[in-house]
């Protein structure tokens, strides 16, 4: 298991808000899921002459769409139904750190991705460690490997397509920023 390179740890609050409301923390997680698969699909269609980035984000797509499918039979499991989207303040303000700029917009979307997704890793985690043993226990396990994988695929692409001391100033500088996001946050029965 990678290190996470995150500079913020969630606290300990943020798990017992999930767990004190389980249902609109599996409300979000699912709306996550099917955000992520947009993303990827919005990446692949605007890069479309990068044929590793284009095969590895209709990979990433079709994953993201069969973890939100795998939710939402938990959410009806549970007796719940799927809820409209809201806008997620988390990944809004991370996304106002993106900059114009060819290179630079490709850099920071990936960058920014990547960072979202070891986000997710450590929230999953802390949900899966805390869960009771069972099905769904091991359903977090699953999606927390998965967000590891993820934040380490958008780092590799960045470093494939980009100047690599560039990519490192960049990651660094981001998840700075990251950290004062998280850290301003309220903290919610949400993934962010």
């Known amino acids: 298991m990678p290190e996470s390179p995150l500079r913020f740890t969630t606290p300990a609050s943020w798990t017992t808000a999930v767990l004190e409301d389980f249902d609109t923390f599996m409300q979000d997680h699912a709306a996550a899921e099917k955000k992520a698969s947009g993303m990827a ?42 809820a409209a989207d809201t806008r997620d303040a988390y990944v809004t303000r991370f996304r106002e750190s993106i900059r114009q700029g060819r290179d630079e917009y490709l850099m920071d979307r990936l960058l ?8 997710g890793a450590e929230r999953f985690g802390l949900v899966a460690a805390a869960l009771e043993a069972g099905p769904l226990k091991r359903f977090y396990q699953s999606i927390a490997r998965s967000e590891e994988r993820h934040f ?20 660094d500088e981001l998840l700075d920023i990251e950290a004062a996001i998280v850290q301003a946050l309220p903290i919610r029965a949400a993934l962010h």
């Open 152 to 171: 380490e695929l958008f780092l590799t692409l960045a470093r494939r397509y980009l100047d690599e001391d560039a990519v490192a100033t960049r990651w």
């Open 41 to 82: 699909i919005s990446m692949l269609s605007h890069y479309p002459d990068r044929t590793e980035l284009v095969a590895a984000m209709a990979d990433l797509a079709v994953e993201e769409l069969t973890h939100y499918r795998e939710v939402v039979k938990w959410l009806h499991r549970r007796g719940q139904i799927t």
């Open 112 to 119: 920014t991705a990547g960072i979202i997704e070891a986000r």
